[in-house]
């Protein structure tokens, strides 16, 4: 009884807060502008704000940097594979930008938090940091023959200049050159992390409210969505068994950077491949892929709710 009232804890409000999504949508409570509104405000200042406050705080040392160093080969194979099968097997344009990226920006990050805290969501982070190495040069590459979408320069700079990979790596650096230990002596750091942590506080329940707003499974086509549904889940599955064998490897690896990398591995690929789709039947099969796999990834949380909580 005491383990299901725990993991109850925790799931209870990520569904509630996806029904209300659903129910708001179906009786036209809020618009798209609306969350709209609220995805702007949570990757521009809610998402920035946590992820500057975990990396500024965070213990950052080998075992961040074997995470990241592990998930980047899986990354660049998923991305080159997923260029190859566009040509033959799934002749979509924005294939790639489903295999490149995984989603942990607006859900991954968030989920984390739910589950293990504020605190620790730099070590989702620090893989969200990683795969943009892959996401940048696909997101300018599918971009650059887009119609009158912007150039891959203005792509690329449009990308290192949001204030989540600024405040990302502003944090590291505070972090890692000694500045946030010795913000934290003259009592600078606890009015900073107080006010980001404020200003954080909505990010979760704003982002799963959004994911049950724009939750849908195109009709037709629905046998190819399974397909690509399918390959990504065993693909990122068998990525995360090699990850957490070498992990293994690795004497003193915290658990909760094991379920980090897990749960990295279980998301979506990124909820940007639907605009990046040149015709309505690509925005139609990546919005079904996003949204099964989405499913797939709440359905984990909560396992790990009833297990790790």
């Known amino acids: ?44 200042i809610g998402l920035p704000c946590t992820i500057f406050n975990s990396c500024l705080t965070a213990k950052i040392g080998a075992e961040s940097l074997s995470s990241m160093a592990l998930m980047f080969p899986g990354l660049l194979i998923a991305t080159l594979w997923a260029f190859r099968a566009r040509r033959k097997q799934f002749p979509y344009y924005n294939l790639p930008m489903l295999f490149c990226a995984q989603e942990s920006g607006m859900l991954g990050i968030p989920l984390f938090i739910i589950l293990f805290g504020a605190g620790e969501a ?40 949001s204030p989540l990979m ?17 913000m934290d002596t003259v009592g600078i750091r606890g009015v900073l992390t107080e006010t980001t942590t404020f200003l954080s506080q909505p990010v979760s329940a ?33 990525l995360c068994l090699i990850a957490q064998a ?3 490897l690795i004497p003193g690896v915290d658990a909760l950077t094991r379920l980090a990398i897990f749960l990295y591995c279980m998301l979506p690929g ?4 639907p605009s990046l789709g040149r015709t309505e039947e690509e925005y139609r099969i990546s ?22 909580v």
Not at 16 to 36: S, Y
Not at 122 to 138: C, E, F, K, W
Not at 270 to 273: D, E, I, P, V
Request: proline residues 4%; charged residues 10%; aromatic residues 12%.
């Open 206 to 238: 704003l982002m799963i409210f959004s994911v049950g707003y724009n939750f849908s499974l195109a009709p037709g086509s629905r046998s190819t969505i399974a397909k690509i549904s399918f390959i990504h889940f065993a693909y990122y599955g068998i």
């Open 287 to 308: 919005s079904g892929v996003c949204s099964i796999l989405t499913v797939v990834t709440l359905s984990i949380v909560c396992i790990l709710a009833a297990f790790v």
């Open 270 to 273: 990124s909820y940007l491949s």
């Open 246 to 248: 070498v992990l293994f």
């Open 122 to 161: 730099y070590r989702v982070g620090m893989l969200d940091l990683t795969q943009s190495v892959t996401a940048i040069p696909v997101i300018a590459i599918l971009s650059a023959d887009a119609g009158n979408n912007p150039t891959p320069g203005v792509i690329v700079k449009k990308v290192f200049s």
């Open 1 to 44: 009884m005491e383990l299901f009232v725990t993991a109850a804890q925790v799931v209870a409000p990520i569904f509630a807060a996806i029904f209300l999504g659903i129910l708001a949508k179906k009786n036209k409570w809020v618009t798209p502008e609306n969350v709209q509104g609220f995805q702007t405000f949570v990757m521009k």
């Open 166 to 182: 600024i405040m990302s790596l502003l944090g590291l650096a505070l972090n890692i050159s000694g500045v946030g230990d010795w």
